[in-house]
């Protein structure tokens, strides 16, 4: 069964570092997003992804934040310049454009600390 | 607001009995609505999902939700559950077929033998 993907497992960064977060959806979808969970907290919405282009992000996705899909098979999540803050786990999802139900796929996450 | 209210944070049972995760969400439009289980250590994986026509929802593991739109709730049921059920389990809602996914803060349940 196809599934989403993420790179590394667990990250760990000086404060002030840039860090580029991996994702490799499901290859036959269009949407993409990225969520992050702060430890013992809920699971919040970053970004989503569309035809090469941001379609909506929240307050969280500032200007250090950017988003890529540099070929055709990953999606990257870029941290510029890291904060203490940033520590979280990263989920990525995926969606085909077909269905009309908004199911994503979560990948297995990335565990970002930030020293 | 859109937003998703999980009622308890923790709830503890005891193996083989029944549970009820609670699920209450805002929302002045239509809603497809969602109940993902992440175990420890683990991603985020969808056990059912809400989306129109039956209430009532039948999901993996033997879970299941019902849909109650006059109360806005979508709470989440099994008679009997396993120690294999401990995790975290979050209620979520979106609004249209390629909007984020808001989700609610998350219930832990813990099964003791």
């Known amino acids: 069964e196809p599934e989403v993907t993420q790179t590394p497992s667990h990250q760990v960064t000086q404060m002030g570092q840039e860090v580029i977060l991996r994702c490799v959806p499901i290859?036959?979808?269009?949407?993409f997003y990225w969520y992050r969970q702060i430890l013992g907290q809920k699971v919040e919405f970053l970004v989503s992804?569309?035809?090469?282009?941001?379609?909506?992000k929240s307050e969280i996705f500032d200007d250090q934040f950017s988003v890529e899909r540099p070929d055709g098979s990953n999606f990257t999540l870029k941290i510029r310049s890291t904060k203490l803050e940033d520590s979280a786990m990263y989920f990525c999802?995926?969606?085909?454009?077909?269905?009309?139900?908004?199911?994503?796929?979560f990948g297995p996450g990335t565990r970002l600390t930030v020293l | 607001a859109q937003s998703v209210t999980q009622l308890d944070s923790q709830v503890p049972v005891f193996e083989e009995a029944p549970v009820e995760l609670r699920c209450n969400y805002s929302?002045?439009?239509?809603?497809?609505l969602f109940w993902y289980v992440q175990y420890p250590n683990q991603g985020l994986q969808l056990l059912l999902k809400?989306?129109?026509?039956?209430?009532l929802v039948k999901g993996i593991n033997g879970f299941e939700a019902e849909f109650n739109k006059s109360q806005t709730s979508f709470h989440l049921r099994k008679p009997s559950v396993h120690i294999s059920d401990t995790a975290e389990y979050f209620c979520?809602?979106?609004?249209?077929?390629?909007?984020?996914?808001?989700f609610g803060s998350g219930t832990r349940l813990s099964i003791r033998p």
């Open positions: 999802a995926s969606r085909d454009g077909e269905t009309s139900y908004n199911e994503q796929f």
């Open positions: 290859s036959n979808h269009l949407y």
């Open positions: 992804f569309y035809n090469n282009e941001i379609s909506e």
């Open positions: 929302s002045s439009v239509s809603v497809y």
């Open positions: 809400y989306l129109s026509g039956s209430t």
């Open positions: 979520a809602v979106s609004f249209s077929s390629a909007s984020k996914i808001i």
